[in-house]
Each structure stands twice: as structure tokens, then as C-alpha cells.
Nanobody, 125 residues
Framework: QVQLVESGGGLVQAGGSLRLSCVAS????????MGWFRQAPGKEREFVAA????????YFADSVKGRFTISRDNAKNTVYLQMNSLKPEDTAVYSC??????????????????WGQGTQVTVSS
């Protein structure tokens, strides 16, 4: 079992940047593919970005492509989401997730077995 803890959320003006971090417990972090999802009030959870166990494969939702990057440091058991050029529509609770099949970058929430509690990101106009 892996436990995930997100941090780095906050309030930022439109056009600003934030970097989210997700730290995983356990010694086998490098075997997991990781993903970031978000959920805005009254909306369903949506995929944001994902990265394979090695970092060699990444995938982004169209809505964040070119603005967000995902990376990981397996030595630190951490995955990052760098968010630039933030927009008010990026406002949501952002959660990281871990997938046991580390080689496959997945975009559906049901494909991930482990979830963090989430961190709030608010972008003001």
C-alpha cells in the first residue's frame, strides 16, 4: 500500500504559477505510474496529467497542454505538477494518484488504485 500526500496548492492570480508536489510513502514508488486529477465544485473529477514509472512517458489533458508539466524524482518519492499561465478555470482540488502498472500512462480515474487527499488551487481573475 502506498500513501500519497499533496502540497503546494494556494491562491494565485490568473497568469501566475504554482508547483504541486505529491510525496509517496513506501520503498516502491518507482514502480508506480502517477497521475494528477482535479475536481472543481459541482463538476466531475477530470484527468490533468500522467507520467510513467521512469518519467519517460507523459500525457496531458488538452486543457492544460503547453501550460502544465509533470515530472518525478524517484529518489525523493515525489511527483510534481508545474502549472504555468494559470486560468480561473483551473480552480479545483488537485489530487495525485498512483497506478500499480507503472509502464502504462492512464487517463481514467478508475485505473488508479491509490489516491491522495488533494490540495486546493484557486486562481483569481
Amino acid at each position: 500500500q502506498v500513501q500519497l500526500v499533496e502540497s503546494g496548492g494556494g491562491l494565485v492570480q490568473a497568469g501566475g504559477s504554482l508547483r504541486l508536489s505529491c510525496v509517496a510513502s513506501g520503498r516502491t514508488f518507482s514502480r508506480y505510474a502517477m497521475g494528477w486529477f482535479r475536481q472543481a465544485p459541482g463538476k466531475e473529477r477530470e484527468f490533468v496529467a500522467a507520467i510513467s514509472w521512469s518519467g519517460g512517458s507523459t500525457y496531458f489533458a488538452d486543457s492544460v497542454k503547453g501550460r502544465f508539466t509533470i515530472s518525478r524524482d524517484n529518489a525523493k518519492n515525489t511527483v510534481y505538477l508545474q502549472m504555468n499561465s494559470l486560468k480561473p478555470e483551473d480552480t479545483a482540488v488537485y489530487s495525485c494518484a498512483a497506478r500499480d502498472s507503472g509502464t502504462v500512462v492512464a487517463v481514467r480515474s478508475y485505473q488508479y488504485e491509490h489516491w491522495g487527499q488533494g490540495t486546493q488551487v484557486t486562481v483569481s481573475s
